[in-house]
């Protein structure tokens, strides 16, 4: 630039300007910077002591977690090539005597080829030729018993497997380890697998190889006796399909000693301490439930006590309701007053039968207490035998998973269920996940009729079975606590039309007209929960509608279902048939009363269907509309989660993505307990990622967008994060704390994203959804995540039963037997030492692994030489907590001690980890730095920038990691954690968007109005030259002859 245009740039206003601005930038990066070293300059704040010591409940998991990807639909149907038989030259027609007077070996192999083909046919497809044939076995089979021949001797010969009891019910070792491999979860084999694992086998001379047919025919055998029956079932609807009986798989619970002793019998009050369990829940139906149907005695000592009973407690008498107090057994009872108190089970003398026998009459009762006197004796004293009777909760839920191999989608319907009286650590392994039933063409209502029918069944008739902890018979009724799914298919289970409807939520009746939805009290209805729904509401409306469909007038039937939001798919098939046989009827008959079709068609229908509607709804103590809980797999990471990744990337430029790919990839992982982060993967599949990539961006997300969001979207991922973590806390302490801080999260989460789009939440039912949340969690507990063939699955059953030492009713001896079980694991003895070598990595109390090396925590763990204890000391670097939070983020700070910053604990003092973030926007860390890049298990020669951290001494405690949480907000002082309302009167927020929305939606109508209107103006205008030009008079007519052929209508022909 000349000297005179640089005279005159130093006088132009722009150089003012600029110069301005990069004064004021300056200051302002300086002031932030100020601010930092202000903020990590704060004093320390001392953490808090739990009043009770940290309780951790570890257990080993049975199974491994499932694979989403893999297959799980059993074997292949291939064709293969049957096994050689033999003529049968010596199976000639002939006399009785003929046969016995044939040698008796050869007699034996005949036999044995005709099973061969009987079980060939049986598993490999019926053969017409061979099942004849089984009436001679029969008969040649009575022949060789009667001549005194043992049945362990004869199947020994025919399969050539030694029999031994050592491996009951399997015939030997080789049975019990062939059965375990072809009914591995992980590994599922094939039929022409097995096939030639069995010829490998005898190839290389191992013993006691059976034949493929006698191996299948023993597990025939043991499915029969230890398995879970498959039942076929064909739908009101046509389609057919197989259901495992969901009263076997509990049975097999209460006979496994492996999981018996954690079952729960009885309601548990736990007296305002931590919550953790279904039965723990004070507002919960176990609680809630009528006493008739929870269990109705218990045994102390050697008498049985029944609910509603007199009941002698030394010198008092009262009637007994069953409950259970930590940490003591206990009756809550009813004296002769209408007070409640509570008494130890040691107290209970007499029961009601026996204080009758000592006073040689029956009790007579005050005419004040006569309410008692016509429940005792208890009813089911009739129905259990003096044995126990338990109920057991069992939650079905179904899902639509692909049944192929592939990646191609091909739908199937699964029905699953679980034992919810075991402990919530327990239902999430899949272990206790069982499978009931699964169809291409069923829907999930036609299924669940199935098992609805199986536990109402239980009710009038409990299933017996063993219990494995008592040692002694017992019986079980069944109940639905809930249904956990995905929002459509509870939509489906609630008879609701769907979150495309004006009413879109199934749990209440918000929602409306547009205009109504935009008013002031309208809009802020949906941040609310509504007027609940309830199942005879609903009943009563699906009914309504069916018989709105006698008449033959579809549009009543829609207005109804858009009025209200209810609409029944099972009842919609009928509904469909209806309209059209009224139709027909009226047609047929214009003069007939309609009303008299009418009834015609529901007679009609009564003789097709005696439920022509959901089965749920006439499920008892179950309301579809509130028992379908908000669940936080597919509400919170499929649904806001994802909302919230989406406003972020789909704005982002090319470079922005970078920016956030190498600060994703840089995250620190220590203490969260999520898989690697493949940074990479997940911004090229932004568009395309599930579950497990949600979990880690809300965990992670916020340390990385500085600099590339707006504000408000920074606020949005920061009350996202916030909220995650509260939600996946498996122990409540303190119920009402817990839930008046979980409103104010997810009331700042709706507000946040209020504040990018006002309308989101009229159009997203999981955002709506989420108010209902607090109710599930007050009646049912912490937040259940998600539960993310019919004859293989049982067998699965029948395996995992036995090898755990279940125990099952042995029809030959009339006993319940058991005979394979675990061992215990031995105890590892203990050696002393006095030097000490580097140990890898230490154990917490909670079970979390510290990996050396971690910096500014665990700098050495030290082990005892020469010993195998698991006992050592570590040498950390002791940090303390700031008093005051980040002012960005909201998270609390670490210091380090000024005191000491090394100190020497030992390793059981270690209670639990948690992540810490480096807080690279005080720092402006940047990717400067250059890492080689991995590829093949190996490092490549092709480069990657990676994030250079500036300052190691500054760094964040991630509040928003899940892992621990709730360990973590014990130790914090309570001015750290607890959550702040991101507007202090929403109400009046609200109104101000709802202000903006009825202009702007008004505007948007009127647009697409004037487009519509356009559009149709278009249509009639080009239709209009269409019907004019086809209009126009040909030349005869006018004289003007084209010489071509002339069109003639059909009455000109015709004429």
């Not at 080789?174 to 490998?200: A, F, H, V």
Request: glycine content about 6%; overall charge negative.
């Amino acid at each position: 630039m000349n000297r005179s245009s640089w005279a005159k740039h130093l006088a132009t206003p722009t150089h003012s300007l600029s110069l301005q601005q990069l004064t004021e930038a300056e200051e302002m990066q300086n002031n932030t910077r100020r601010q930092y070293d202000e903020l990590y300059a704060t004093p320390a704040v001392p953490l808090r002591i739990p009043n009770q010591p940290l309780e951790f409940n570890l257990r080993q998991a049975h199974f491994r977690p499932i694979l989403l990807d893999e297959d799980m639909n059993g074997v292949s149907n291939a064709d293969f090539e049957d096994l050689m038989m033999q003529e049968l030259d010596s199976l000639k027609a002939g006399s009785e005597d003929d046969f016995m007077a044939r040698n008796a070996e050869a007699l034996r192999r005949e036999i044995e080829i005709l099973e061969l083909q009987h079980l060939e046919a049986e598993f490999e497809g019926a053969d017409d030729e061979t099942i004849p044939c089984m009436k001679l076995i029969r008969v040649l089979s009575d022949l060789l018993h009667a001549n005194g021949e043992d049945e362990d001797i004869i199947n020994q010969h025919f399969t050539g497997v030694p029999v031994t009891h050592d491996y009951a019910p399997y015939g030997n070792k080789t049975m019990c380890y062939l059965d375990i491999l072809d009914n591995l979860p992980r590994l599922r084999l094939s039929s022409s697998q097995l096939k030639m694992i069995l010829w490998i086998m005898e190839a290389c001379g191992a013993k006691d190889v059976p034949s493929f047919n006698a191996f299948r025919a023993m597990q025939k055998h043991i499915r029969k006796m230890t398995g879970v029956r498959s039942e076929p079932h064909k739908s009101d609807l046509g389609n057919l399909f197989y259901v495992n009986d969901i009263r076997d798989l509990i049975a097999k619970d209460f006979a496994n000693p492996e999981v018996a002793p954690h079952i729960q019998k009885y309601p548990e009050d736990v007296a305002g301490g931590p919550i953790s369990e279904f039965w723990q829940v004070k507002d919960g139906k176990w609680h809630n439930i009528p006493l008739d149907e929870l269990t109705p005695s218990i045994v102390v000592g050697h008498t049985r006590f029944y609910v509603h009973e007199v009941a002698e407690l030394g010198k008092t008498y009262a009637d007994c309701q069953l409950i259970v107090r930590d940490p003591v057994n206990s009756f809550q009872i009813r004296a002769v007053s209408p007070a409640i108190t509570r008494i130890p089970l040691e107290d209970l003398c007499f029961n009601h039968e026996a204080l009758e026998r000592r006073i040689g009459t029956k009790i007579i009762f005050h005419e004040n207490c006569r309410e008692y006197s016509v429940q005792i004796p208890n009813k089911f004293r009739q129905v259990d035998n003096g044995e126990d009777l338990f109920t057991v909760w069992v939650p079905v839920w179904a899902d639509d998973v692909s049944g192929a191999r592939s990646k191609q989608y091909q739908k199937h319907l699964n029905v699953y269920t679980a034992n919810a009286n075991l402990p919530g650590q327990l239902l999430q392994q899949e272990y206790f996940v069982r499978f009931v039933s699964t169809s291409p063409h069923a829907g999930a209502l036609e299924q669940l009729k199935v098992v609805v029918n199986h536990v109402k069944s239980t009710h009038r008739e409990p299933v017996r079975t063993y219990n494995a902890d008592t040692q002694r018979p017992c019986a079980f009724r069944l109940n639905v606590p809930d249904g956990p799914a995905d929002n459509p298919q509870q939509a489906e289970e609630s008879s609701h039309i769907g979150h495309h409807g004006n009413y879109f939520c199934r749990r209440c009746h918000v929602g409306g007209t547009s205009e109504e939805k935009e008013c002031p009290d309208g809009y802020h209805s949906f941040y609310t929960p509504g007027r609940p729904r309830n199942v005879e509401e609903i009943r009563s409306c699906v009914l309504a509608q069916i018989r709105l469909s006698t008449y033959g007038i579809a549009s009543r039937v829609e207005a109804l279902q858009t009025s209200t939001g209810i609409k029944d798919k099972i009842a919609q098939h009928w509904i469909d048939i209806l309209i059209q046989k009224a139709r027909e009827a009226q047609a047929a008959s214009p003069s007939r009363d309609v009303d008299e079709i009418s009834t015609e068609l529901l007679i009609w229908l009564r003789e097709q269907t005696n439920e022509p509607y959901n089965p749920l709804l006439d499920l008892p103590f179950f309301d579809p509309s509130q028992d379908t809980l908000v669940e936080i797999l597919h509400t919170i990471l499929l649904g806001d989660a994802k909302y919230t990744w989406y406003e972020l990337h789909h704005k982002w430029t090319a470079m922005q993505q970078d920016i956030f790919t190498i600060r994703l990839q840089g995250t620190n992982l220590d203490g969260l307990r999520v898989p690697p982060i493949r940074a990479a993967y997940m911004m090229q599949y932004r568009n395309g990622l599930i579950g497990k990539h949600f979990k880690t961006l809300m965990q992670t997300m916020i340390f990385h967008i500085h600099d590339i969001v707006t504000p408000d979207q920074f606020v949005l991922v920061r009350a996202l994060g916030e909220l995650g973590p509260i939600l996946w806390l498996p122990v409540i302490d303190n119920m009402e704390e817990y839930l008046a801080d979980l409103q104010i999260f997810i009331d700042n989460l709706l507000d946040a994203f209020a504040s990018i789009d006002p309308t989101k939440i009229l159009i997203k039912l999981k955002l709506h959804v989420l108010q209902h949340i607090i109710q599930d969690i007050r009646r049912r507990g912490p937040a259940a995540p998600s539960r993310d063939i019919a004859a293989k699955f049982a067998d699965l059953d029948r395996v995992k039963h036995i090898l755990s030492g279940g125990y099952w009713f042995d029809e030959s001896q009339s006993a319940w037997a058991m005979l394979i079980g675990a061992a215990n694991p031995a105890s590892i003895p203990l050696d002393s030492a006095t030097s000490w070598v580097d140990g890898v990595n230490v154990a917490t109390t909670s079970g979390d692994r510290c990996i050396l090396p971690v910096v500014g925590r665990v700098l050495k763990i030290l082990l005892p030489k020469g010993s195998k204890s698991a006992q050592g000391i570590l040498v950390v670097t002791k940090y303390d907590v700031g008093e005051a939070l980040h002012p960005h983020y909201h998270m609390p700070i670490l210091l380090p001690n000024a005191v000491s910053t090394r100190v020497v604990v030992p390793s059981n003092s270690i209670q639990f980890s948690f992540n810490v973030q480096h807080d690279c926007r005080a720092c402006g860390c940047d990717a400067s730095g250059v890492t080689r890049q991995m590829q093949e298990r190996q490092e490549s020669d092709t480069t990657i920038h990676s994030i250079v951290h500036k300052d190691d001494t500054r760094f964040i405690i991630n509040t928003h990691g899940f892992h621990n949480a709730g360990l973590l907000r014990k130790y914090l002082p309570v001015a750290l954690t607890k959550p702040r309302p991101l507007f202090p009167d929403r109400r009046k927020r609200h109104d101000e968007l709802s202000a903006v929305l009825a202009v702007t939606q008004k505007a948007k109508r009127a647009a697409i109005q004037e487009k519509a209107a356009a559009t149709r103006e278009k249509t009639k205008a080009a239709r209009a030259g269409v019907a004019a030009g086809e209009a126009q008079p040909t030349g005869a007519a006018n004289g003007e002859h084209g010489g071509g052929p002339q069109k003639r209508t059909r009455h000109e022909i015709e004429a």
